[in-house]
Every structure is written in C-alpha cells, then in structure tokens.
C-alpha cells in the first residue's frame, strides 16, 4: 500500500532497506550463532546519519520525528531483530534526555548520539520490579553537589556496550513512585560497572546485561528533569519508544512473509509448488493483511505522536500491542508454511520466531498494554470525551 511517504522520507527507508539487505543478511545467523554484538553494522548506521534521524538539528541530528525512526527500524527488523534492537534502544535511552534533558544536558550529550560515537541505554528494570515499574528498589541520595546511586538494574539492552545510561532510581522512598528520579550515568564512572550478560532464546546479537551501582557518584547537574520526576519521565520515554517496538513487529513480520513466500513458490509437493494450494495462500494472505494492518496502525500513531499531540499513551501501547501479536503469529506461521525446512537453522524464519517473542515482552508485556490502554479508555470515558 502506499503511505505517501515525502521523497526524503522514502530515501531514509530505502537507506535503511539497503544496510539491512547488504550488511546485516549476510552476517545475522553467524551473530546470533556467536551472541556477537553487531559493533561494525552500527558503524554504519552512524556513517548513514542514521542515528540521528530523531534528533533535534540544533544539537546535530536531522531533526525527523518519530515516523521516519519507525520507517528504518522496520528496514532493519526484516533483516535481524537483535541488530534493531541494538539500535532501537539507543532511541528509547535517549529519549529521557530529548524529552525532559536540559539544553546544557542536551548539548553535552546529543551530538555524540546523534553521530553514532556513544551508544545509549535505558535503565528501568529491576529484579523485583518489571511490570509493577513503580517497585524500583535502586537509590539515589543527594550529598554535597553529588548523587550516591546504590542498586541492581535487571536485563538491560545495550549494558556494557552503551557509553551513556539513563537511569530511574528512587530519591524519595516514602513517596513511592512519586520518589523517582531520572540520572544520566557514563560508562567508567567509578562505582558503576556490569553484571552478567545474559543468554537469551532470540535477539542474540544484541547486548543484555545488569547495571551495578556500588557507591556511584555522579555530579548533581546529571539529574534530568526534578526529583520525583523519574517515574513520569520513565512512562513518557515509553509512550514515545513503544511505537518502534511495533516498528518492529512490522517489519519481522514482513521478512518471515517474504521468505515463506519464497520458498512456497520453491517447494513442490504432490507434482505442485505448494504456493498453489488454497491452504497455503489463505495462510499468506492471512500474513500480508494482518502485517498490512499493523503497518497501517504503527505509521498512524507515529505520525501522531509527532503531530504534537499531548496524549500519545493510548495510541503507541495500542500500536506495539497490535503489531507484536501479530509478529508472533505471522512468524510462527511462516516457520508452519514452511514446515520441517522452516524449523531448520538453514532458513531464517526460525530464527525469526525465536526473536519475534521478546516483542511481546519488552517495553511493557502486551497484558500491561491491554492495562494502559483500558486505563486510557476510562479516562476518556471519565471525562465525557
Ligand atoms: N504519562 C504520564 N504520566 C503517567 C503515565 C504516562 N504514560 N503513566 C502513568 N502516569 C502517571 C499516573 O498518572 C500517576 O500519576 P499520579 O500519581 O499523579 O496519579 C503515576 O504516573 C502512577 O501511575 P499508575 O498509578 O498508573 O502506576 P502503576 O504503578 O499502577 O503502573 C504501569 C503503571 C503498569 C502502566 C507501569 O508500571 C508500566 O508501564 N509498567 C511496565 C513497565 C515497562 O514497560 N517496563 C519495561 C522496561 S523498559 S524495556
């Protein structure tokens, strides 16, 4: 279908299409083999501008919105989910300092990410605290001009690969959630070092670690935002991120359509390319109208959030909810179109599948988006709009 995407918005695509094709096809199976983090494919999204797609041009970026960063995301999940991962994380750390940074934080720190020379990471997940993010046990205590950071951040992607982390940790603890606060961190401060990198089921080239914060220092002009501000920062980061995880969901989908399709033309059984038989084209098209649909609602809600609009919660949650369910059902079909070939090694959709669930499980589990969602439609209601 066509989206009337604007010239420069269809090159940026084709930009990313053409990386994902050149220089992450070829390298994926032996990255997910080796759980190898894709250092050399990021050199060349920072050589692309890539990373800078979402920045303001004031503090080096392109000065895009949303909708272009959901357009190469996409490009790159229908190569590899763990290399758009890597690269979609970077978004979702950065986000905390581009919505709520000060200029001086903004200029210190967005032209380096804007270029692609320091990688970002989120840290929000703790141990004991995923979907109930309000439970985070991390502290940070105010003495003289520092910050004290004392805890354990669980799962975290891009850990000990980023060179800058926003952190949420707790400030105020009798307030609760409302005792959050928002920190930058740099890699090689004192007291802050890596826990172990974890083996996951998928989205194996990308970097999963634990952030340890023993007695970390940092300077007090590395809070972002206000005290107490940390846990509204942390839901406003992933109101903006969430659509790229349907990004994501898009585009794996896409790439498991277009090689159970291959192959379907390829594979004769009974004298015929099994590509002929109704069983298997009501599964495809089945895959294209659900992905196309997905397609459709993940563009919408990021061409909304970059309209300005004040209350993007409901639309991004719906967006990652929609295209991740559907991820996961059209991969898992493409691995049943193809059948024992799809469950082999040798072809990607396996792989595909494997990678396809964590979309259903990061940035808020798809039951916590059914939450927010409903959440917001109460609201509304309650407001009679
Ligand atoms: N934007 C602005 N404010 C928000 C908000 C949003 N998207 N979501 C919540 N808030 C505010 C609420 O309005 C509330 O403010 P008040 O205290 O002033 O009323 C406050 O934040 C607490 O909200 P709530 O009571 O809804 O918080 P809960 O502890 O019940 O949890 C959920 C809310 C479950 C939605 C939240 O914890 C969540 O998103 N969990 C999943 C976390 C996640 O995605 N983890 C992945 C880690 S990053 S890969």
Redesign the pocket.
Known sequence: MDYFLTEEQAMIRDLAGQIAAEKVVPVREELDEKEEFPREIMKVLAQSDLFGLFIPEEYGGLGKGSFELVLAVEELSKACLGVSTTYA?NA?GTYPILLFGSDEQKKKYLPDIAAGKRLVA?G??EANA??????IQTTARLEGSEYVLNGTKQ?I?NGGEAEVYTVIAITDKAKG??GASAFIVEKGTPGFSFGKKEKKMGIRASSTSELVFEDCRIPRENLIAREGMG??V???T??SS?VGVGAQGVGVAQGAIDEALKFARQRVQFGHPIVGFQAIQHMLADMATETEAARALVYAAARFIDSGAK?V?KASAMAKLFATDVAMKVTTNAVQVMGGSGYMREYPVEKMMRDAKILQI????NQ?QR??IA?SLIKEAAKGK
Do not use: C, H, P
């Not at 995923?130 to 439970?135: C, E, R, T, V």
């Not at 990061?362 to 589990?365: A, V």
């Open positions: 994380a979702l989120f929000l997940t995923g979907s109930d993010a309000g439970g799962w992607t959630a409302r846990f509204i942390a839901m406003k992933l109101d969430r209350d919660t990061y940035e808020g589990t916590i939450n927010v959440q």
